[in-house]
């Protein structure tokens, strides 16, 4: 059974913090690796794709690593704003047609 | 403006009825999935479909059905048998069929299901 995992489940944070969250899946069968942003009331929008081992993107102030040998990524938000908070889905996307979502990180930003 | 609507956004429904889920979308993507959401947990795929008058069952297909008769729509219909229907709804779209790299969704507001 292939098995998302995402970490914390929520944070609560103040402006200006920087945070970071993890996202756990399975090391074999890899294909790509999606991170969403959900904000309450809205749909989910994608943020990031991300294929190779090593990759590292970055929008404005959030930024995604990808380690596929160990099956991890991280984001990254540095110095938080209230319309950070959102939950941060990330969705593995495996050999075939699969794709596994984690049950989000939900982050709380306070002003 | 292009993107991906559901409607209603509330649904109420007495046991044993079943509904109908509507999804489209304008952005002439081949591909198109339901989702549903269950506190605490990660999306969960119920039904997908690559193509046109072509579906597949997800993860936790039993009690629903889907129907692809254009590539603008995929309704969802949630049927008597589904034994815990309450849940949130999400639909999705993405350009390409096959969920291969850089196969981005596109997702629709959701619909709230509750059965009463």
């Known amino acids: 059974i292939l098995n998302v995992e995402q970490s914390p489940q929520s944070l609560h944070v103040q402006e200006g913090d920087s945070t970071n969250f993890t996202c756990s899946f399975p090391s074999s069968n890899f294909y790509a690796l999606h991170w969403y942003r959900w904000e309450t009331a809205k749909s989910p929008e994608a943020l990031f794709v991300m294929t190779l081992n090593g990759d590292e993107k970055k929008k404005g102030r959030i930024s995604a690593t990808l380690n596929t040998k160990e099956g991890y990524s991280y984001l990254y938000i540095k110095g938080s704003q209230p319309e950070d908070s959102a939950t941060y889905l990330c969705a593995f996307i495996a050999g075939g047609f699969k794709t596994i979502f984690g049950a989000g990180t939900r982050l709380f930003v306070k002003a | 403006d292009g993107g991906i609507t559901q409607s209603p956004k509330y649904l109420f429904r007495k046991e044993g009825q079943n509904v109908t889920l509507s999804c489209e979308q304008n952005?002439?993507?081949?591909?198109m999935y339901w989702y549903r959401q269950d506190p605490g947990q990660g999306l969960r795929l119920i039904y997908y479909?690559?193509?046109?008058?072509d579906f597949q069952k997800g993860d936790i297909a039993e009690g629903y059905s889907v129907s692809r008769e254009k590539k603008e729509s995929f309704p969802l219909t949630v049927t008597s048998a589904q034994k815990n229907p309450t849940a949130f709804y999400l639909c999705?779209?993405?350009?390409w069929g096959t969920g291969e790299i850089g196969d981005t969704q596109y997702f629709g507001p959701g619909t709230r299901l509750t059965v009463l």
């Open positions: 999705a779209s993405s350009a």
């Open positions: 952005l002439n993507h081949d591909a």
């Open positions: 479909s690559q193509i046109v008058n």
